[in-house]
């Protein structure tokens, strides 16, 4: 079995990382690390310094921490001789990402980027769907609220955070993970709230690199409806839709529903993790990445006021 170590303990490591990896038979759990007192069935550090110096046998590392710490944590886990899990996004720029990939390759170990949407139960079938088609846009809206999620996390909004991204990234993932070519960044609106520095909504306009499809993107963190909107509509030029909802536990093709499996995303995030272990693989897919940081860097900034909301 492969002994892991889950680094960070906050809402999403208890509900999705720490659950999937109770039921896997590849992992064993042997300690946690975490700034902030919890309680586990396993020895918890509140440093990663301090899991180093214990005498503990580790294999790997899933780092579930927020997005700027990831590149120091996964360094020094890499030079500790650990595989490591980046929840995601991996990193905050490409060029992070890329020195943990030569880390990783010098000392032999697997990095991989978990982008747990593209393990969604819709997303086989999709892939069966899509390239029969001919698809002539592709619209977004992917519109929640922060504080249910992510609740009391100032870390969302700081300098140098995702803000609403920290979201709308599993969409671009799915995005991208189907697309038959390059995803191309065209504009973007951002838009922040109060003195946050972090956006919290966002327009998006993309297209396809070789055919010009069009694709534009609605993201929201201060989604007020009592439900989230998880959806992806892919229009063919027949007139017929495909629509993944829920962020990828539904899927339609025009008014038909079709019957997807359980949804098990972070149960397929870490057979692969396991698989690319074995095989002596890294996985570093940073489309969706490159997507966010040329909206960050090239978008237009405005007031929340003058954000125009279509919930």
Not at 55 to 60: E, F, G, R, V
Not at 121 to 149: F, Q
Not at 289 to 305: I, Y
Request: hydrophobic share 45%; glycine share 6%.
């Amino acid at each position: 079995m492969i002994r892991i170590a889950v680094i960070g303990v906050g809402q999403i490591a208890r509900q999705q990382h720490l659950p999937a990896l109770e039921n896997d038979p590849d992992f064993t759990i042997v300690a946690a690390v975490s700034p902030v007192p919890v309680a586990l069935d396993v020895p918890v550090f509140a440093t990663l310094a301090e899991l180093r110096q214990c005498d503990l046998m580790i294999d790997a590392v899933a780092l579930c921490t927020p997005p700027a710490l990831r590149y120091g944590l996964a360094h020094e886990a890499l030079a500790s001789g650990w595989h490591v899990l980046l929840e995601k996004p991996p990193t905050v720029t490409r060029s992070q990402a890329g020195s943990l990939s030569r880390l990783a390759d010098d000392r032999g170990l697997t990095l991989f980027a978990a982008w747990h949407s593209v393990y969604a139960a819709s997303i086989p079938v999709l892939r069966e769907i899509l390239p029969a088609l001919s698809i002539e846009r592709v619209t977004i809206a992917w519109k929640e609220n922060a504080e249910k999620w992510h609740p009391g996390a100032d870390w969302l909004w700081r300098d140098g955070a995702l803000g609403v991204f920290d979201a709308g990234i599993n969409a671009l993932s799915i995005l991208c993970s189907l697309s038959p070519e390059v995803i191309l960044y065209d504009t973007a609106l951002l838009s922040f709230h109060g003195d946050q520095r972090a956006p919290s909504q966002v327009r998006l306009a993309m297209r396809g690199s070789e055919t010009g499809l069009p694709i534009s993107a609605e993201f929201d963190w201060r989604h007020e409806a009592a439900s989230e909107i998880w959806e992806i509509v892919w229009y063919a030029g027949n007139g017929e839709t495909v629509i993944l909802s829920e962020g990828g536990a539904r899927l339609h093709r025009g008014s038909r529903e079709i019957v997807l499996a359980e949804a098990r995303e972070y149960a397929g995030v870490y057979r692969h993790f396991a698989a690319l272990i074995r095989e002596g693989r890294s996985s570093l897919d940073l489309r969706a990445l490159d997507l966010v940081t040329d909206a960050l860097a090239f978008g237009t900034r405005q007031n929340p006021q003058r954000y125009l909301r279509t919930n």
